[in-house]
């Protein structure tokens, strides 16, 4: 069966820092990936997302990025972290070669708070 | 006009009542639909995906009607584990087999 992990689970940073949070997932080949962010009481929102080995597609311009060097890792990073950039990251897989490709199944977040 | 639209609530229900949530998207082009739940302070996971005919996974009933582009989820005999955000999914145009997300309808289910 398939798993996903993401860590660090919680992270307090102060503004101006650098990020990389880091997403693996278990038991697939070649899945499509996702980092989106949930702000407190707001939906989720794409930010990026990858269909292959350096393959990534930003959805909203702002000052993340993402980077998939490996078929089964995404990193999330930030070069200097605003107070904005506080919220829920989370990270998705789905599998493209399947009917049900546009099923996404999450990681468990990492809860980011920026001070 | 949002994507996904749904009621935030939140529903308060008593336990084995009968609950049911709307939820209408904009883009005629969609062509998966799907409910997703989440628990607070948790990652969504997949409750079901919605199919033109409808479909029933034990107490959980969806429903679509592409006309009116909208997605029901009718949920029966409402438990106290029930209490969630129910977040309605669409998908969405272009690469990648991305999807857009309701922000949620929040249940309580109370005793």
């Known amino acids: 069966s398939q798993t996903i992990h993401q860590w660090p689970a919680t992270l307090v940073q102060p503004v101006g820092s650098p990020l990389s949070l880091e997403c693996t997932v278990e038991g697939t080949s070649n899945p499509n990936l996702y980092w989106y962010r949930q702000a407190a009481g707001r939906g989720l929102q794409l930010l990026f997302y990858?269909?292959?080995?350096?393959?990534i597609s930003s959805e909203v311009p702002q000052n993340l990025s993402a980077s998939r060097p490996q078929d089964r890792q995404f990193i999330l990073s930030s070069k200097k972290l605003l107070l904005s950039d506080s919220g829920f990251y989370l990270c998705a897989w789905s599998d493209p070669r399947l009917a049900v490709s546009y099923e996404q199944y999450f990681g468990p977040g990492t809860r980011l708070t920026v001070t | 006009r949002k994507e996904v639209e749904q009621d935030p609530g939140p529903f308060n229900v008593p336990e084995g009542a009968t609950v049911a949530f709307n939820c209408t998207y904009s883009n005629s082009a969609s062509q998966s639909f799907f409910w997703y739940r989440q628990d607070c302070r948790k990652e969504p996971k997949l409750l079901m995906s919605?199919?033109?005919s409808g479909n029933e996974d034990g107490r959980f009933t969806a429903q679509l009607n592409r006309a009116s582009q909208y997605i029901s989820l009718l949920i029966r005999d409402s438990k106290l584990s029930d209490s969630a955000t129910y977040l309605c999914v669409v998908s969405r145009g272009g690469g990648g087999n991305k999807l857009t997300f309701g922000t949620g309808t929040q249940l309580k289910v109370e005793l």
């Open positions: 990858s269909v292959g080995i350096g393959q």
């Open positions: 919605v199919y033109s």
